[in-house]
């Protein structure tokens, strides 16, 4: 799984979001991750197509949103990213918010990874409380918890459980959403400073 990403959450124009994951493709990006909810996954499969990029060499990342939270409903939805997105397989599948028929959601979405259309199956926004509530019952470990992560909120409790359960932590709101502040952090500036690298 690449290091960095690109997200296009808050893109719902398509030509705007198309025109972004191209470029983010040409600047280097091999990870592009957008969600059901984003309503803009048809311009993230557009741009990989497109290029010249070997579809293996480009981590596609999609999400489940809460009204698909139901087996048929899941299946259906995960069915239908894959048709927006035109791609045969996506990369990473998680269950964006964990909120009602979770269990059932995961179902789905275990049957989709054995059917080869999602290659591994994570969850987002797992609280700790959360993660107690839900993953004990799931035949599949998720791959992935993707949730809030930088220097001002650091999961501290939630990430000791998922080492205990070898699963990866990936950032949203890595630089706090644009934080101004966090940029100006004498702790931050003087790190990026002693490594030479721009605090973001
Ligand atoms: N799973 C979830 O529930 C969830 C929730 C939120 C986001 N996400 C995902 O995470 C992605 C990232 O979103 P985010 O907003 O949370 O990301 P972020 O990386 O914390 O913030 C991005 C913003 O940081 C600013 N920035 C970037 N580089 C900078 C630098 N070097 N110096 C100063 N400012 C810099 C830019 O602000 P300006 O635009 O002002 O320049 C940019 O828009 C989303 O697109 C989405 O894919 C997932």
């Known amino acids: 799984m690449p290091t960095l990403g690109f997200g296009v959450f808050q893109v719902p124009d398509l030509s705007q979001a198309e025109q972004a994951v191209t470029d983010a493709l040409e600047t280097g990006y091999r990870l592009i991750d957008t969600a059901v909810a984003y309503q803009n996954e048809e311009a993230v499969g557009k741009p990989i197509k497109d290029s010249d ?9 999609s999400k489940l949103w809460l009204q698909d939270y139901a087996y048929e409903e ?5 069915d239908l990213s894959l048709k927006k997105l035109g791609l045969d397989y996506v990369d990473l599948y998680l269950v964006h918010q964990p909120y009602g028929k979770v269990d059932e959601a995961w179902q789905a979405m275990e049957e ?4 080869g ?4 199956i994570g969850v987002s926004n ?5 993660w107690k509530k839900f993953v004990p019952d ?3 470990m998720p ?13 501290k409790e939630l990430r000791q459980i998922m080492a205990k359960n070898g699963v990866a932590l990936e950032a ?12 100006h952090k004498p702790v931050i500036t003087k790190m990026a400073k002693k490594y030479g690298k721009d605090a973001g």
Not at 112 to 115: G, I, R, S
Request: overall charge positive; glycine content about 4%.
């Open 74 to 78: 899941a299946k259906k939805a995960i």
């Open 53 to 61: 990029i070997p579809r293996d060499q480009i981590w596609v990342t």
């Open 117 to 120: 259309k999602i290659r591994s």
């Open 143 to 155: 791959a992935v918890n993707q949730v809030e992560f930088n220097p001002y909120f650091q999961q």
């Open 172 to 183: 949203w709101a890595p630089l706090g959403q644009g934080n101004a502040e966090l940029f």
């Open 126 to 130: 797992m609280t700790p409380k959360l």
């Open 138 to 140: 799931f035949d599949v």
């Open 112 to 115: 989709a990874q054995e059917a």
